[in-house]
């Protein structure tokens, strides 16, 4: 472990901790861009992941969607997931901002996460955005490429849609800005699990950055130091994240 990133742990005031798919990979969640095994490796992104997808054929997006939230419903949080909210109980601040639509922080014990990309759990109406909550706790056996009907609004009759960000749509205000201030603020930035390949989201650790953050992509794939006080520690997520708890931790 790197005695740096080690000291910058200790001595951290305000910790950022900004995670994607790969921090919910050894819980079974596929991640998006992983050649083989990611969602858009298998799935076209047009057809499922866009409001003009849904409009066309609702029950294609909506069965798709039940599907992965099925997965998550069984899915439990991994060691990667209790170490960020172990490490809550570590710093003075922690900020969690995610780019996941699971739930898996918050079973795992991290509250206020932030959420940039929305959540399977907060489905609302496509045409009066009321909110929905009659999801289903748990279905039979999930089925990759099943269609269902989407629900119905309990408000308008509308079909409900998943409350997540799809293309083309724009991120919650308030979380990004949240973020955003966030990543200005902290003087360590943990990545983890993610390709830092979709924007705006990808921008917070690189205004962590530039704000004289120092920042660790922690990933099996490594990254590209951009600056002095940024570096790689290459490994999965559920591995590196206790070694590094300990690390600091423990005498
Ligand atoms: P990606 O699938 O783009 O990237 C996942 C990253 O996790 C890759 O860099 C992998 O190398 C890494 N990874 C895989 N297994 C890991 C492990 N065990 N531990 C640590 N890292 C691991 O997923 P995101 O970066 O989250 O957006 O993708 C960003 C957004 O693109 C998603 O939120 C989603 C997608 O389209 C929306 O749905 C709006």
Known sequence: MLAAIVQ??????HLLVFTGAGVSAESGIPTFRDALTGLWARFDPAR????EAFAADPD???GWYEWRRQRVLRAMPNPAHRAIAELAGR????TLVTQNVDDLHERAGSAEVIHLHGSLQAPRCFDCAAPY???ARELDEPEEG???PPPRCERCGGPVRPGVVWFGESMPEAALQQAFAAAAEC????SIGTSGLVYPAAQVPQIA?????CVVHINPQPVAPGGPREYSLPGAAGVVLPQLLQAAFTD
């Open 8 to 13: 910058a742990l200790r001595d951290s005031r």
């Open 48 to 51: 499922l992941a866009t409001p």
């Open 60 to 62: 294609l997006v909506w």
């Open 91 to 94: 710093v003075p601040r922690l």
């Open 133 to 135: 909550s009659g999801l």
């Open 146 to 148: 099943r269609r269902l």
């Open 187 to 190: 003087d360590l930035l943990l």
């Open 209 to 213: 950055a530039r704000h004289g953050a």
